[in-house]
């Protein structure tokens, strides 16, 4: 009989990696936030700010960002880099 030799566990990715990916889904939830709130309590009353920049451009784009982010930081390869 052979003699089962235990195997080393190995993560995925480097401790570089699962930083990235941190950092994506911190920007990604900082998106989420900046789209929130501009509602009106009264529903018969309408409220402009749902409309403005912040909601409408910065924010999407934060969340797009931070979705960049976190693919780069699953395709990212330290070990080809050495």
Do not use: C, H, W
């Amino acid at each position: 009989m052979k003699e089962e030799q235990p195997q080393k566990q190995e993560f995925l990715f480097e401790k570089v990696n699962y930083t990235i990916l941190l950092i994506g889904i911190a920007v990604i939830i900082l998106g989420f936030v900046l789209m929130s709130g501009g509602g009106s309590d009264d529903p018969k009353v309408f409220n402009e700010s749902v409309f403005d920049f912040r909601r409408i451009r910065l924010a999407p784009t934060t969340v797009l960002i931070g979705f960049g982010i976190t693919i780069y930081s699953i395709l990212k390869n330290p070990k080809k880099a050495e």
